[in-house]
């Protein structure tokens, strides 16, 4: 048995030799999406601090200023979670009817409402009303997108385009970040109303977009309509793959392998067998990626930095975290695929949670000397750098953990929308059910932190980072013992692993059979440098062949 020995830089030409112009597009344009959900957590983070939105909406205080009180702003924050549950949990089962296209270009229709009566308000109950319909459409978009870039991309850049969505989450909470320093001292009502407004752009362009770009090969094979489905993967595979007709044998492996199970299972197979270790990787990923501290960073970072008297500086820091977020997902993102989810999991939750406790230490005093403030400044970056690079890996988890017979269901939350990627329930079915389930555990952690972390930050300032770097180290041990390793692995040969018991450790090197195997290997062609360790997985296969014959 031997590695590979290629070199990182050869890997990350395999990553994208199969990338074409139109994968590339698709891959753009869905991923402006992200682009919107990044820009209205930070946007409103940092509105939060403008004088104009406090005035509107915040409480008189002493001296003739107003503010958010913390129960006032953990009530904004919070709660709108509620319309991404609902959204998230409203988007699977019209995926399976309509596709994917057609649910985002809901979801933007949607948001344009949302941000209309954001930018109209005059009180808080309205524009958290608002809040709530654009997250609607988060939850939307947040399971689709992801489910429609895993189906349309080979199992080697997989990771790297769905990954993605943090990559383009950072940018726009670059951008938000910049558009609240231009205005933090504004006391007009255009102060607040212009960082709003900016939303519009991304759905808009979405809306025309999703025109040009074509259906999920796997969806239209699920409803029967092959030869679409070969015109899809023609579209998005290379040239030299279509003239040698691989695009055709891709087409009837992936067929093949959706035909073996077809049944539909009920929701509590998604805890019976093997789903139940895949549900319970997909679930406790995301919601210990919730307490992990991000909510502190990108929701309430002004706040928390006023508190510890930096707040001269507060919105020149959020670009600075912003800009290295953005600096880290992009490494995460090509590392992924590189080096392996599993590995930069474990390693990275480690070293962040380092910054984290350095935050507690270096923000112990009131008012911290210009190198303690210097060092905490430092810490939350370096801690944004590295928590980035991660961020997206629960997702690529979530997509392709599911399993076909709990997947078709209209119950496809956990998927992630807990966005779709490497462990498979076993496919249609189990990705829809486990993605429901996973969105439903993320949004309902990410809450929890949108709720709390106002009175934290109120009662023990600095001191949340022990409290956030524990959870990181415990979710360090989670990880080395119970997630397996998905890298360039195709969604069914996941099911294949999973069914067939594989320890998490030694899926890095055990290679399937069958159907699972070939769509593998012709969406890689000859990229992957699985190793070849068949073992317990061939003895499943020909107990399944013999099953079948019997």
């Given at each position: 048995m031997a590695s590979s020995s290629r070199n990182p830089l050869t890997r990350l030409h395999g990553v994208f030799k199969k990338m074409t112009w139109t994968l590339f597009t698709a891959w753009m344009i869905t991923s402006l999406l992200n682009v919107m959900f990044g820009y209205d957590t930070t946007s409103f983070a940092g509105v939060q601090s403008i004088p104009s939105f406090d005035k509107q909406f915040g409480t008189p205080s002493k001296g003739g200023t107003y503010a958010l009180s913390p129960s006032r702003a953990s009530f904004m924050s919070s709660c709108a979670f509620a319309g991404k549950l609902l959204g998230a949990l409203s988007a699977p089962l019209p995926v399976e009817w309509f596709?994917?296209?057609?649910?985002?270009?809901?979801?933007?229709?949607?948001?344009?409402?949302?941000?209309?009566?954001?930018?109209?308000?005059?009180?808080?109950?309205?524009?958290?009303?608002?809040?709530?319909?654009?997250?609607?459409?988060?939850?939307?978009?947040?399971?689709?997108?992801?489910?429609?870039?895993?189906?349309?991309?080979?199992?080697?850049?997989?990771?790297?385009?769905?990954?993605?969505?943090?990559?383009?989450?950072?940018?726009?909470?670059?951008?938000?970040?910049?558009?609240?320093?231009?205005?933090?001292?504004?006391?007009?009502?255009?102060?607040?109303?212009?960082?709003?407004?900016?939303?519009?752009?991304?759905?808009?362009?979405?809306?025309?977009?999703?025109?040009i770009v074509p259906d999920a090969p796997r969806w239209l094979l699920s409803k029967s309509r092959f030869e679409d489905a070969v015109k899809s993967l023609e579209r998005v595979r290379p040239g030299e793959d279509v003239r040698a007709g691989l695009c055709r044998k891709e087409a009837e492996a992936i067929r093949e392998a959706l035909d073996n199970k077809v049944e539909k299972g009920p929701w509590i197979d998604l805890v019976r067998g093997t789903n139940l270790r895949r549900t319970t990787i997909v679930l406790t990923l995301l919601l210990l990626q919730q307490f992990c501290g991000q909510g502190f960073v990108s929701q309430y970072s002004p706040r928390f930095y006023k508190k510890v008297g930096l707040g001269a500086h507060a919105f020149d820091y959020n670009i600075a975290s912003a800009t290295a977020g953005w600096a880290g997902c992009l490494l995460g993102m090509i590392a992924s695929d590189i080096v392996g989810r599993r590995d930069l999991l474990i390693w990275g939750c480690i070293t962040f949670s380092l910054f984290l406790f350095l935050v507690s230490g270096l923000g112990l005093h009131a008012h911290p000397s210009p190198s303690e403030a210097r060092g905490l400044v430092a810490s939350v970056v370096l801690y944004i750098f590295?928590?980035?690079?991660?961020?997206?890996?629960?997702?690529?988890?979530?997509?392709?953990?599911?399993?076909?017979?709990?997947?078709?269901?209209?119950?496809?939350?956990?998927?992630?929308?807990?966005?779709?990627?490497?462990?498979?329930?076993?496919?249609?079915?189990?990705?829809?059910r486990n993605c429901y389930q996973a969105s439903l555990i993320h949004v309902v952690g990410a809450f929890i932190v949108a709720f709390c972390v106002p009175y934290l930050i109120n009662a023990i300032s600095a001191n949340i980072g022990w409290l956030f770097g524990g959870i990181a180290l415990f979710t360090a041990t989670w990880v080395f013992f119970f997630v397996p390793e998905t890298k360039n692995r195709s969604l069914e040969e996941m099911d294949e692993l999973f069914s067939a018991r594989i320890p998490a450790r030694k899926f890095k090197h055990t290679e399937t059979v069958g159907a699972a195997h070939r769509v593998t290997e012709l969406e890689n062609a000859g990229l992957s440098d699985v190793v070849t360790e068949p073992g317990k997985v061939q003895e499943w296969h020909d107990e399944q062949l013999s099953a079948k014959a019997g």
């Open positions: 596709g994917h296209r057609y649910i985002l270009w809901l979801g933007c229709c949607i948001a344009f409402l949302g941000i209309i009566i954001e930018a109209t308000s005059s009180t808080v109950a309205q524009f958290v009303v608002g809040r709530n319909i654009i997250y609607f459409s988060v939850g939307m978009v947040e399971v689709t997108v992801p489910m429609y870039q895993a189906e349309l991309c080979p199992a080697a850049m997989r990771g790297t385009i769905v990954g993605s969505m943090q990559l383009f989450n950072q940018v726009g909470q670059i951008t938000a970040a910049g558009v609240n320093r231009a205005f933090y001292q504004s006391t007009k009502r255009s102060g607040w109303l212009v960082p709003v407004c900016v939303q519009l752009i991304c759905p808009f362009v979405v809306v025309f977009g999703l025109f590295i928590f980035t690079g991660l961020v997206a890996l629960p997702y690529r988890f979530g997509a392709t953990h599911a399993d076909k017979t709990v997947q078709n269901s209209g119950s496809n939350f956990v998927c992630y929308c807990f966005r779709s990627s490497d462990c498979g329930l076993e496919r249609e079915d189990g990705w829809s």
